[in-house]
């Protein structure tokens, strides 16, 4: 068949050969894509010069009719798709969290995708309930949480901690599960949290104004203090405090709230603990950043990205939870009296979230974790650490520039001593040259700039060169 006559149609696909060696084709074409991409990423402009609107008016406005060959979408992936990309991919890509692929993920999606295998339960593939468990439990080793903590994968950390409110639902005020309501709970975080802590207390239906976003210090950690004076001011108002979250890691500056405070306090008043460290969590692989994390064990849940700092494209977030228990009751419709007579070791994913489908990410980890091993992904990520330290230590020494909070990982929040315009026209500038990319974040009501680094092809020259273009927009940043 010349598939530059287009696909073939569905008989011809049941036949098989053609439509076999149709993939075969293609896909070697796009390996060798991809090889040639991540070999030369830093050729691509960071940021692409886009205009909102600009693809979907290059598209045509409805499928085709017939089908067509792999070669023209192909051809309209390069021309159209790739120049609308912003390329995480590139080394000099500094903005918003620290973010990195890496090969054998990119082997393990696909080949997840050629199966499509769909873990609900145990029987629908027993390949992705058990190697799920085991992958999670190797990274719980890395990281270092206790052994009897069960790992889940869900898409993001923003449906991860969803769930976890729910389990602290669950714990605090089981009724609400038969019955709704439970107005009268509220949650606790700190200022600096993710959004998605409050986005997930909206959700199931905690409601804004019952979520508390406890005040920080002047490093921008939740001040265990505010936090018991809140719960104590909530209790004597009649309300039923059930939640507190706390960040190792926040989205803004990095910054570690004081877990084990926060523990004594969950503790003192019956609250269920869930800590978000969606980027951070992966420094706890390194020995030398897990005083960061002291205190996770008396926490109820933690969530950990693979998909930020852990060499894994997204999605792959990692749930850890003491209380599987609970998550199951607050997930399984099926009432233990009713379930049938079931082995103890196979696992039913369905049992303990939202989702019915279960995608096979913990392949693309698995594969992760056994290219790279526990060596390999540490000196990735002390690299990113000590070029954070290096930038951190350059601003500082910079009598024009200021840092405006610690470091502890690998994200540096910085600025120009002059007004809030001059920093945004550096930033402006600078990622106007398509050579880097760096973002911003507002602290204490002031404009901030922000550089994250945790790309696997970063090298210490594309700092130095972020660092070079940021001085120079300094001295003329119009
Ligand atoms: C990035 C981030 C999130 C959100 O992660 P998603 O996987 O995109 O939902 C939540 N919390 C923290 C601390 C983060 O850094």
């Known amino acids: 068949m010349d598939s530059q006559q287009g696909a ?62 792999f070669e023209a979408m192909l051809a309209d992936f390069d021309r159209l798709i790739v120049p609308a990309v912003t390329h995480w991919n590139h080394p ?32 629908t593939s027993p390949a992705l309930a058990e190697l799920e468990q085991v992958t999670l439990d190797w990274l719980r080793q890395w990281i270092g949480l206790p052994e009897n903590w069960m790992g889940i994968v869900y898409d993001t950390a923003s449906t991860t901690s ?27 975080t700190s200022g600096q949290a993710h959004s998605s802590i409050e986005k997930g207390a909206i959700a199931v239906g905690v409601g804004q104004k019952n979520v508390r976003k406890i005040a ?10 505010e936090l018991e004076a809140a719960i104590e001011r909530d209790r004597a108002a009649g309300l039923r405090p059930f939640c507190v979250v706390a960040t190792i890691g926040t989205t803004s500056t990095t910054s570690v ?22 980027y951070a969590g992966a420094a706890a692989v390194l020995p030398e950043c897990r005083h960061h994390f002291a205190g996770v064990e008396r926490a109820h849940s933690f ?15 990692a749930f850890y939870t003491r209380r599987p228990d609970i998550l199951r009751s607050a997930f399984s419709l099926i009432p233990e009296y009713l379930r049938p007579q079931q082995d103890p070791r196979a696992h039913n ?18 594969f992760v974790m056994r290219y790279f091993g526990r060596e390999g992904v540490q000196r990735v990520l002390r690299d990113h650490i000590e070029w954070a330290q290096r930038f951190a230590a350059l601003v500082d020494a910079h009598p024009e520039f200021e840092r405006v909070a610690p470091a502890p990982f690998s994200v540096v929040n910085f600025r120009f001593r002059g007004t809030d315009e001059q920093n945004r026209a550096i930033m402006d500038k600078v990622n106007a040259s398509g050579k880097t990319f760096i973002s911003s974040t507002v602290l204490n009501g002031t404009f901030v700039l922000h550089l994250a680094i945790g790309n696997l092809g970063t090298q210490w020259a594309d700092v130095e060169q972020a660092w070079e273009l940021i001085q120079a927009a300094a001295q003329s940043p119009a």
């Open 257 to 278: 709230d004081p877990v084990q405070a926060i523990a004594g306090i969950a503790e003192r008043h019956g609250l269920w603990l869930h800590v978000d460290a969606a």
């Open 216 to 225: 920080v210090d002047a490093e921008f950690r939740m001040r265990p203090d």
């Open 92 to 123: 000099a890509f500094f903005a918003y969290f620290a973010c990195t692929g890496s090969t054998p993920a990119i082997v393990g999606e696909m080949l997840a995708a050629a199966l499509n295998t769909n873990g609900l339960h145990w029987l």
């Open 349 to 366: 994913l369905m049992d303990y979230g939202i989702p019915l489908g279960h995608r096979f990410r913990a392949l693309k980890l698995w």
């Open 303 to 317: 969530v950990v990205n693979a998909h930020k700092w852990l060499l894994t494209p997204i999605d792959l977030s």
């Open 162 to 188: 969803m769930h976890a409110i729910v389990c602290a639902r669950e714990m605090v005020a089981p009724e609400v599960h038969a019955e709704g309501g439970g107005r009268d709970l509220v949650l606790y």
């Open 8 to 69: 073939p149609l569905p008989d011809v696909v049941r036949q098989g050969d053609a439509y076999i060696e149709d993939f075969r084709r293609a896909g070697h074409a796009a390996v060798e894509w991809v090889a040639r991409y991540l070999g030369e990423t830093r050729k691509f402009p960071v940021l692409p010069s886009v205009r909102p609107g600009q693809l979907v008016d290059a598209l045509p406005r409805s499928a085709p009719e017939q089908g067509e060959a």
